[in-house]
T-cell receptor, first 115, second 112 residues
Framework: GAGVSQSPSNKVTEKGKDVELRCDPISGHTALYWYRQSLGQGLEFLIY????????KSGLPSDRFSAERTGGSVSTLTIQRTQQEDSAVYLCASSLQLGGAGELFFGSGTQLSVL | QKEVEQDPGPLSVPEGAIVSLNCTYSNSAFQYFMWYRQYSRKGPELLMYTYSSGNKEDGRFTAQVDKSSKYISLFIRDSQPSDSATYLCAMSVTSGTYKYIFGTGTRLKVLA
């Protein structure tokens, strides 16, 4: 595809369930970022990947959150034992260049609602 | 205190007005400064970036960075209803980590 694709676009789950969010970056983009956007909180950094490795995962809120990237392409963000405070839009972005002035290309996000 | 502070708005202006959007930051190591625009239910899109201090102009948009005051601005001239969106500033350092720190975003509404 031409842009960053995220699935599902919406996810409603019950408290305590596990969820997986998927990101398909733009082909050839080596850098991949995950952010979380809550009302009034802006974009909160979660983790970024360079290829398949994650040099900075300092933004993951707790050990219930994990992410992986395979083949230098698709990434999955997993949230275990979801809590209501996990409700947010989860945005994925990819970039040709890591850091600096590299432009981030964002997907439209996954709206996660934890009931 | 957040590393990057941004007034969330909302900011309402009449069509044709000059809009000023601002962010302040606390980390003096930030060297790259960006402005993203986000329409409802979409991901942010890069508008402009600036390296270190100075001004940069692109059409109706001007970005300014004042590192001495840790203050950045985005000016929109001749604002249009299509400029109605949320504007987010973002910053990064040049070494150590390649994460971008975003402000909370300012919601702008340009009235026709």
């Amino acid at each position: 595809g031409a842009g960053v694709s995220q699935s599902p676009s919406n996810k409603v789950t019950e408290k305590g369930k596990d969820v997986e969010l998927r990101c398909d970056p733009i082909s050839g983009h080596t850098a991949l970022y995950w952010y979380r956007q809550s009302l009034g909180q802006g974009l909160e950094f979660l983790i970024y990947f360079q290829g398949n490795s994650a040099p900075d995962k300092s933004g993951l809120p707790s050990d219930r959150f994990s992410a992986e990237r395979t083949g230098g392409s698709v990434s999955t963000l997993t949230i275990q034992r979801t809590q209501q405070e996990d409700s947010a839009v989860y945005l994925c972005a990819s970039s040709l260049q890591l850091g600096g002035a590299g432009e981030l290309f964002f997907g439209s996000g996954t709206q996660l609602s934890v009931l | 205190q957040k590393e990057v502070e941004q007034d969330p708005g909302p900011l309402s202006v009449p069509e044709g007005a000059i809009v000023s959007l601002n962010c302040t930051y606390s980390n003096s190591a930030f060297q790259y400064f960006m402005w993203y625009r986000q329409y409802s239910r979409k991901g942010p899109e890069l508008l402009m970036y600036t390296y270190s201090s100075g001004n940069k102009e692109d059409g109706r948009f001007t970005a300014q960075v004042d590192k001495s005051s840790k203050y950045i601005s985005l000016f929109i001239r001749d604002s249009q209803p299509s400029d109605s969106a949320t504007y987010l500033c973002a910053m990064s350092v040049t070494s150590g980590t390649y994460k971008y720190i975003f402000g909370t975003g300012t919601r702008l509404k340009v009235l026709a």
